[in-house]
């Protein structure tokens, strides 16, 4: 099971949306509080590209010295159709400053320093500290997930309906009553698929082992649809 910390530093560096909420910019629509990118420094810190005129960089300007506090929101909406579709949120809480001279003309970056994370996710709620948060790894699958699942769920969909033949007679009924499978969230220890039918469920199918890279991903794909087949 990934770490909470992992979770959320995957949400970080995800395509994910989200929002800056600083105190004092409530006026301010929720597209001129979005950052266009997101990336996380060598020491945890998060950087958001802002536009140079936009209402965070000036309320970070103003402040100068002073710390302005601020919650980067980030919202993980599974990139298939399904019931419940948003898979988690996670929280970011820091101090906001200015960086100068990292982003384009026209362009302001801006240096979230993390003082408490907490996410709530398919996984469930947990807080994350700021020095795991930044000793965390992003999950390897994290920038080809959204593009995974999609081509599993186009390409493969009777395959993926084929797992439920590994899961045998469930507490609250039988695996029969679905009638739909597909793929919900996917990362480097295994495959979270949402049957819907007269029950709604996720259920978990776990990798032999951790996969790395998009190579290990096929393996651990194929080795779980052979043995869904069986």
Do not use: K
């Amino acid at each position: 099971m990934p770490s909470a910390a992992e979770r959320t530093r995957t949400l970080v560096q995800s395509t994910c949306s989200a929002v800056l909420l600083i105190t004092g910019l409530e006026g301010a629509r929720p597209d001129q509080l979005m950052p266009a990118g997101r990336s996380v420094g060598p020491d945890g810190e998060v950087y958001l590209d802002f536009p140079a005129d936009s209402p965070a960089v000036r309320a970070a300007t103003h402040a100068q010295d002073d710390e302005l506090a601020a919650v980067l929101e980030i919202t993980d909406v599974a990139p298939v159709s399904v019931p419940n579709r948003i898979r988690g949120r996670a929280w970011i809480s820091g101090w906001l400053t200015r960086a100068p001279g990292l982003a384009e003309p026209g362009r302001m970056m801006l240096r979230l320093e993390v003082g408490e994370a907490s996410v709530d996710d398919l996984w469930g709620a947990s807080a994350v500290e700021a020095e795991d948060f930044a000793h965390a790894a992003a999950d390897p699958l994290v920038a080809h997930e959204a593009e995974l699942l999609q081509h599993l769920h186009a390409a493969h969909g009777d395959q993926v309906q084929e797992l439920c033949g590994l899961l045998g007679e469930r507490e609250h009924g039988s695996h029969r009553s679905a009638e739909r499978a597909v793929p919900l969230a996917l990362d480097r220890f295994g495959l979270r698929v949402r049957f819907d039918g007269e029950l709604c469920f996720d259920a978990r199918f776990d990798f032999p082992e951790p996969v790395r890279d998009i190579t290990g991903l096929r393996r651990a794909m194929h080795t779980l649809f052979q043995a869904a087949s069986h």
